[in-house]
C-alpha cells in the first residue's frame, strides 16, 4: 500500500472535513450568508473519486460542491472568500457557496438546479469525444437527483451517444428532507442507470479507497471504450440538508450508527493498522489542514468584497 | 460588394449555417430531426451529406438533455447551433436556457464564454392550436445574460444568423414557419448584420410603428394601406429585441411623434410595454399622443380558422390603431375582446 498516498487522502479529507466546521462558524456569526450545503460525512466519495482521474478530466458538480472544489484545486482560500461573498472568491463573490467555478483546473461548478447539470456534464464529456480528446467527465450528484427529467435525459443522451461520462451518484439516503424510499420506487439509484443501458456500480461510498478504485476502473473504461460508467456511492451525511436544517427527521440512533463508520476514522484506522503512521502523525496532518483553514478564513475576513461598480460585468461577453 | 440573389428565408438561413460551419470546426448543428429527416421545415435539408454525422446530428426528444449538451460542449469551447423543432418545445428546456446559459458567465466571474445559439420557428402558424403557436420572445428577453433576435426578411436572417454564430453568447434566434417560403435578395457569401441594430423597412412622417419578425409584414401591409389615406407611417424592424437599439427607436419617434408597437405576442408583460416605458421616459416631450399597441389578443391560440384570425394582429388592426392615434373621427373603437393585459 502506497503510504504516500494514503497519508495524501487523509489530509484531503481532513481539509474538507475542517472547511465545511468553518464555513459552518462563520455561517453562525453571519459572515457567510444564503444556503450552506456541508458535505461532512461524505469527504470520501470526493476525494477518492478525484485522486483516481487526471488533471485534464473535467468535475461538474451541484451545490454540495465545496469537498469537490478542495480535491481538485486545493484552494481553501479562494472557496472560502467565496462563501465569504469577496472579491477574491474563486467566482469573485458573483457565485456563492453553491457556485463555485475554475476553469483553470477544469472544475466546471457549482450548480445549483437539481438535475440540470446532468446534460452540461454530457456535453462536456460530448465536446470531448467531438474533439476527438482522452477526457472523461466526472459528474457529482446527490441521490434526490434520481427522479429529475433532467438526469434521464443527460443519461438517455450519454447512453446513446456513448459519451465519455462517469456518473457519480452520492446516495446520502435523503433528498432534503426526505428519505429515499419514500419517494424512489427502487431500492438503489443504480437499478436506473442499468435500463438505458449503462455499467453501475454500487460502492461503499465511505470508503476512499474503495471510492478509488471504482472511479479509476470506470474512467479507465469511459477512457478507453468511450462509454458512460454509473457508481453509486452509498454515504451519509452527518449534518442536515443545509446548516438551517436541524434534520429533526432522522433518529439520534440512525445517525450515530453511521458516523461510527466516519469515513475519516475509517482511513485513519487503517493507516494504523498497516503501520503507516500513528495517531500523533495523523493528528499532526490535521493540525495542518485545520491551519490551511484558518488561513482560508483569515484571507477570506480581510480580502475585499467585490467593487460595487462592476455589479454589471460579465453578464455579457 | 457581393451580389445579390433571390432565395428563400430557409435558404438564407441554411447557406448562414453552411458557410459558418465550413469556416470553422467547432460549430455543430443539432436538433430533432436535422439530420436524416433534412430538418422539420427543411431548413438544414442538405446538411447531413455535406458534414455528416458528427456534425449534423439528430438528438433524442428531450429538449432539456439536448439544450444541457450544447451548453456542456459551448462552457469548453465547442460553438453549438441547437435546433428546437419550435420554440413551444424549447419550454421543457426553459431551465437549462435560463438557470444555466443565462447565469454561466455572470456566476463564474467570467470565466467562461458561451458562444451558442438557440434557434427555430416561433409563433402562430395556420391552426396549430394553442400549444403549438405562442410567440415567446418576451419570456427570453426577460432574462440578462440572453441576446434574442427575431429577423423578417431573408437577407437579415442571413446576417443575422451569421452573427449570432460568431457572438460568444447563448443567443436566441426565432424564425417562423410561415415565412421559410418567403423569397427575398440575399448577399451571396460574407454577410454579416451586427446585433442590436434596428432596420428601417419603410420611411414616413406620421407615426411609427415599431415592430420585429414576421409581424414587420403585417406593419408594412398596414402602412401600405394607411399611404393610401395619405397617413405616412414608418416601419422599424428593430431585428434584435435583445440588446434593443433604443437610439433608433427614439430617433424616430422624435421624427414622427407618434409611436404605435406591433408585436406578435401578448400584451401583458410583453415587449411592447418595455418598449412604450422607453418611449414615455425618454421622449415624452416628442409626444403627440399616448404610446400605444397592437399585440395578440389575451388568451390562448384557439384552433377554428375564424377565431384564429381574431387573435393574431392584422393589417386592418394597425390601420385602426393608427388612425385612433392620429386622432382621426372615423377610427374605429378597439376590438371587442380587450387587448389590455389583465
Same mark, same amino acid.
Not at chain 1, 48 to 58: F, L, P
Not at chain 1, 245 to 258: F, H, S
Not at chain 2, 270 to 297: K, M, N, Y
Not at chain 2, 315 to 335: C, M, N
Given at each position: ?11 484531503? /479529507? ?19 450568508? &444564503? ?50 461573498? *469577496? ?10 457557496? /453553491? ?23 454530457? &456535453?462536456?464529456?460530448?465536446?470531448? *469525444? ?23 435525459? &443527460? ?20 433528498? /432534503? ?20 443501458? /449503462? ?52 433518529? *439520534? ?11 475519516? &476514522? ?5 493507516? !494504523? ?18 491551519? !490551511?483553514? !484558518? ?23 | ?58 438528438? %433524442? ?51 467562461? $464564454? ?36 427575431? %429577423? ?63 409581424? $414587420? ?72 399622443? %399616448? ?52
Amino acid at each position: 500500500m502506497d503510504a504516500a498516498l494514503l497519508l495524501g487522502l487523509y489530509r484531503q /479529507m481532513c481539509l474538507c472535513r475542517r472547511f465545511e466546521e468553518a464555513a459552518a462558524k462563520a455561517y453562525s456569526q453571519g459572515k457567510v450568508q &444564503g444556503f450552506l450545503h456541508l458535505y461532512i460525512g461524505q469527504e470520501a466519495v470526493a476525494v477518492g473519486a478525484i485522486s483516481a482521474i487526471e488533471e485534464t478530466d473535467y468535475i461538474v458538480s451541484t451545490y454540495r460542491e465545496h469537498a469537490h472544489y478542495l480535491a481538485r484545486t486545493g484552494d481553501a482560500r479562494g472557496a472560502m472568500a467565496e462563501l465569504f461573498g *469577496k472579491a477574491t472568491g474563486c467566482s469573485g463573490g458573483r457565485g456563492g457557496s /453553491m457556485h463555485l467555478f475554475d476553469a483553470r483546473h477544469r472544475f466546471l461548478g457549482g450548480w445549483a438546479i437539481v438535475g440540470g447539470h446532468v446534460p452540461i456534464a454530457a &456535453g462536456v464529456a460530448f465536446a470531448s *469525444k467531438y474533439r476527438e480528446e482522452p477526457d472523461v467527465t466526472l459528474c457529482f450528484f446527490g441521490d434526490g437527483t434520481a427522479n429529475q427529467g433532467a438526469f434521464h435525459e &443527460g443519461l438517455a443522451i450519454a447512453a446513446v451517444w456513448k459519451l465519455p461520462l462517469v456518473l457519480i451518484c452520492e446516495n446520502n439516503q435523503y433528498a /432534503m428532507g426526505t428519505p429515499l424510499y419514500r419517494t424512489l420506487s427502487v431500492e438503489d439509484v443504480s437499478v436506473r442507470a442499468r435500463g438505458y443501458p /449503462m455499467e453501475a456500480e454500487i460502492v461503499n461510498g465511505d470508503d476512499v479507497l474503495e471510492m478509488r478504485e471504482a472511479v479509476r476502473h470506470a474512467v479507465d473504461r469511459a477512457r478507453k471504450e468511450k462509454l458512460p460508467f454509473f457508481l453509486e456511492a452509498k454515504t451519509y451525511r452527518f449534518r442536515g440538508h443545509s446548516v438551517a436544517d436541524p434534520a429533526k427527521y432522522r433518529t *439520534k440512533e440512525e445517525v450515530q450508527k453511521w458516523m461510527e463508520r466516519d469515513p475519516i &476514522g475509517l482511513l485513519a484506522q487503517r493507516i !494504523q493498522h498497516l503501520g503507516i503512521a500513528n495517531e500523533g502523525q495523523l493528528q499532526a496532518l490535521d493540525e495542518e489542514a485545520k491551519a !490551511q483553514v !484558518q488561513d482560508a478564513v483569515e484571507f477570506a475576513e480581510e480580502s475585499p468584497a467585490p467593487a460595487p461598480e462592476t455589479v454589471a460585468e460579465y453578464v455579457y461577453a | 460588394m457581393p451580389e445579390p440573389r433571390v432565395i428563400t428565408f430557409r435558404e438564407a438561413l441554411r447557406e448562414a449555417m453552411v458557410e459558418e460551419m465550413e469556416r470553422d470546426p467547432s460549430i455543430f448543428l443539432m436538433g430533432e430531426e436535422v439530420g436524416h429527416y433534412n430538418g422539420a421545415y427543411k431548413v438544414s435539408e442538405g446538411m447531413l451529406d455535406r458534414f455528416g454525422e458528427r456534425r449534423v446530428i439528430d438528438t %433524442p426528444i428531450a429538449e432539456t438533455g439536448f439544450a444541457g449538451v450544447g451548453i456542456g460542449a459551448a462552457m469548453v469551447g465547442l460553438r453549438p447551433i441547437i435546433e428546437f423543432m419550435t420554440w413551444n418545445f424549447s419550454l421543457v428546456a426553459y431551465d437549462q436556457l435560463v438557470n444555466n446559459a443565462a447565469k454561466l458567465r455572470y456566476m463564474s466571474n467570467g470565466q467562461f $464564454t458561451l458562444p451558442i445559439v438557440f434557434r427555430g420557428p416561433e409563433g402562430a402558424a395556420h391552426a396549430l392550436g394553442a400549444q403549438h403557436s405562442q410567440a415567446l420572445e418576451s419570456i427570453y428577453a426577460h432574462i440578462p445574460g440572453l441576446k434574442v433576435v427575431v %429577423p423578417s426578411i431573408p437577407a437579415d436572417a442571413k446576417g443575422l444568423l451569421k452573427a449570432a454564430i460568431r457572438d460568444n453568447n447563448p443567443v436566441i434566434f426565432m424564425e417562423s414557419e410561415t415565412m421559410y417560403s418567403l423569397k427575398g435578395e440575399v448577399p451571396a457569401g460574407e454577410h454579416l448584420i451586427p446585433l442590436g441594430v434596428a432596420d428601417l423597412k419603410r420611411p414616413g412622417r406620421d407615426v411609427t410603428l415599431v415592430t420585429w419578425g414576421k409581424i $414587420t409584414h403585417t406593419a408594412l401591409k398596414a402602412a401600405e394601406a394607411l399611404a393610401a389615406d395619405g397617413i405616412e407611417a414608418e416601419v422599424l424592424d428593430l431585428r434584435t429585441i435583445r440588446p434593443l437599439d433604443e437610439a433608433a427607436i427614439l430617433e424616430s419617434i422624435r421624427r414622427t411623434h407618434r409611436c404605435l408597437v406591433v408585436q406578435e405576442g401578448w400584451p401583458f408583460a410583453g415587449i411592447a410595454a418595455e418598449i412604450i416605458t422607453l418611449v414615455a421616459h425618454q421622449a415624452f416631450d416628442s409626444l403627440d399622443a %399616448p404610446p400605444d399597441r397592437v399585440t395578440c389578443l389575451d388568451v390562448p391560440m384557439p384552433y377554428a380558422r375564424n377565431l384564429e384570425s381574431l387573435v393574431v394582429p392584422t393589417p386592418e388592426r394597425v390601420v385602426g390603431a393608427v388612425r385612433r392615434l392620429l386622432g382621426r373621427d372615423d377610427a374605429p373603437p378597439q376590438p371587442v375582446i380587450a387587448v389590455r393585459g389583465r
